[in-house]
């Protein structure tokens, strides 16, 4: 038993061999992928390693898993592997599954839980019979369905080429695509090259993810180590393919892949959100597909974990990977079945599914708000919002900018537009700071919107420090109002929600982000506004230290689902105007 991997080379030998003789050879087994595991989350992984050996000191079996110090154990590379298996010869596997369950118990582990099994692997009815003997209560149920093309099952046209769905819309994309130059394959299978395009790939697949609406594991540093180092020791052995769909001298996709044992995988693939109409992910996966199916080494392209629509138009084979459970405690045992079997009634029904979810993420958004104010804070907040919701008074504060302000700290900082690898970079800096990333979500949306433009204001370092954007008074929904305005001008133009990052907050980023992102505007010859909540008491004094004037304010009366605006001039002391009445 092994509390970490040594990086030791007769040991990659032997474990490699024995990967070969165990009957399912798969990359994530191999002793470079849990070497890399344990490089890049040495902090918070506690590696359990089991070997086996025979009576001639061979190593015959391989168990990697993590534990804790509460007594719960998992497959080391449960997070990072699209399969996890212990090593050994299949009629060896119920020996070595005995040992492994007797290690456990020494090793006071109450809680053992083994994630993408492959549901046809020797380990599975091992486990079943092994477990009730041990004194552990076993649960198992579907936990993906991996979908992979056969190669020798596809169908092929009357030259031998692999037929794949939706071949005509493939055919116009790549034709529209090759505009920009002749569409090709670039495979990197050395380190020396996968290391300076490594760092695009991260980016653009986490931009990727934020016009989607999610955050990209690779946004954490621990991800992104993981894949360099993987990338690394996978190229020494010759097993790692990082793939490039080119049209020309433009990469539009990427595949960071494995070709291992026959089988080429597909790993992490992304691709360039602006040409997203012209499917360049799909694209390059039939091109892949095209590739191997002319290589007789390769038998399988293996699409992995996911459920995404595409997979099931290519793929002509699947392979059932399970979530095993093992509990010392019977109680825990039962606990786990009831929540299961309540999770798949509810998905019986979208309605009750959609109603759970909604009562969850309550109950989250509660929690969250109880542990930062209190249960007081929580109470003066649900009271409060109870009455606003009935009856309200709201105002906010409108200011031009009419000079130019010297910047002190001009020459360390710096204003750029916002684009998606910027917004990319934001979310891999403050990939803890939930605030953050809730915002360049909320950003990403705001790309969408032609008439909007992001900036960012960078410090020294070329790091984002503070955001915020503008865009046409005329139209503009103010939240706070519930409603449009009539702009003071047709060419006015608000700079409108700036954020800044919690670790990059008192240090005086807002002001020169308003005046910088107002020259801009006003070098358009627009003019520049900006606007705050009365309520909002910092933001309000932030503007008046700019020395902004403050040309009028408009208050919204609300009752119920009745509300009346009514604008105040602040420059004399003209009486209040209605404005709209709702």
């Known amino acids: 038993m092994l509390h970490r991997i040594p990086e030791d080379d007769v040991l990659r030998r032997q474990w490699n061999a024995l990967l070969e003789r165990s009957g399912d050879p798969q990359v994530f087994y191999t002793y470079e992928w849990a070497l890399a595991v344990q490089r890049a989350y040495e902090e918070s992984l506690r590696p359990l390693v089991f070997l086996g050996y025979d009576g001639q000191g061979a190593l015959c079996g391989v168990a990697a898993f993590s534990s804790s110090a509460t007594g719960e154990a998992s497959f080391l590379c449960a997070t990072t592997g699209d399969y996890c298996d212990c090593l050994s010869a299949p009629e060896d596997r119920p020996a070595f599954v005995a040992a492994i369950f007797s290690e456990l118990k020494k090793e006071n582990i109450r809680n053992l839980t083994l994630t993408n099994l492959p549901a046809d692997s020797p380990t599975v009815p091992a486990i079943r019979q092994q477990a009730r003997r041990s004194g552990y209560h076993h649960f198992q149920r579907v936990a993906y369905v991996c979908t992979q093309f056969l190669l020798r099952s596809a169908e092929r046209g009357k030259n031998g080429e692999v037929r794949i769905g939706h071949t005509k819309m493939i055919r116009r994309s790549l034709k529209t695509m090759s505009t920009e130059g002749p569409i090709r394959l670039d495979h990197m299978h050395g380190w020396t090259k996968a290391e300076i395009e490594l760092p695009r790939f991260i980016r653009t697949h986490v931009g990727r993810f934020l016009v989607t609406g999610r955050i990209s594991n690779m946004a954490r540093a621990q991800r992104r180590v993981f894949l360099r180092e993987l990338a690394k020791l996978l190229s020494n052995a010759g097993w790692f393919c990082l793939t490039r769909l080119m049209t020309g001298e433009k990469t539009v996709a990427w595949n960071y892949g494995f070709q291992f044992s026959g089988s080429w995988f597909w790993y992490q693939p992304t691709f360039d959100s602006e040409l997203e109409k012209y499917s360049p992910g799909y694209c390059l996966l039939t091109k892949i597909i095209e ?292």
């Not at 606003?388 to 900018?401: I, P």
């Not at 537009?417 to 949306?445: I, K, N, P, W």
């Open 291 to 582: 590739e191997a199916a002319e290589n007789p080494d390769f038998k399988t392209v293996d699409l992995g974990l996911g459920t995404e629509e595409y997979k099931d138009r290519v793929a002509n084979q699947r392979r059932k990977t399970l979530y095993v459970t093992l509990r010392a405690s019977a109680a825990e045992h039962l606990l786990e079945m009831a929540r299961y079997g309540a999770a798949r009634m509810a998905k019986a029904s979208p309605k009750v599914e959609q109603v759970i979810r909604i009562a969850s993420s309550a109950w989250d958004h509660a929690k969250k708000r109880v542990s930062t104010n209190g249960f007081r804070g929580t109470a003066r907040w649900a009271v409060q919002r109870a009455r606003t919701s009935l009856l309200a008074r709201d105002e906010v504060f409108f200011y031009e900018f009419i000079t130019q302000q010297p910047l002190a700290n001009s020459t360390a900082l710096s204003l750029k537009v916002t684009d998606l690898d910027l917004l990319a970079e934001a979310a891999m800096q403050y990939a803890d700071d939930e605030g953050t990333l809730a915002y360049l979500l909320r950003c990403a949306e705001h790309l969408r919107v032609k008439e909007y433009t992001g900036f960012a204001l960078l410090n020294a370092d070329g790091e984002p420090v503070h955001f915020t954007w503008a865009g046409p008074f005329t139209g503009f929904h103010w939240a706070e109002l519930n409603s449009t305005l009539p702009a003071p001008s047709p060419d006015a133009v608000v700079l409108f929600d700036s954020w800044t990052p919690i670790s990059q907050r008192d240090r005086g980023y807002y002001s020169p982000t308003l005046w910088l992102a107002a020259a801009r505007v006003q070098q358009q010859g627009k003019s520049a506004w900006v606007f705050s909540a009365a309520t909002n008491t910092s933001s309000v004094r932030g503007l008046e230290k700019l020395g902004l004037p403050l040309r009028f304010s408009i208050v919204r009366h609300k009752v119920l689902w009745w509300q009346r605006l009514s604008r105040h001039n602040r420059e004399s002391a003209m009486s209040s105007e209605r404005l709209v009445a709702l």
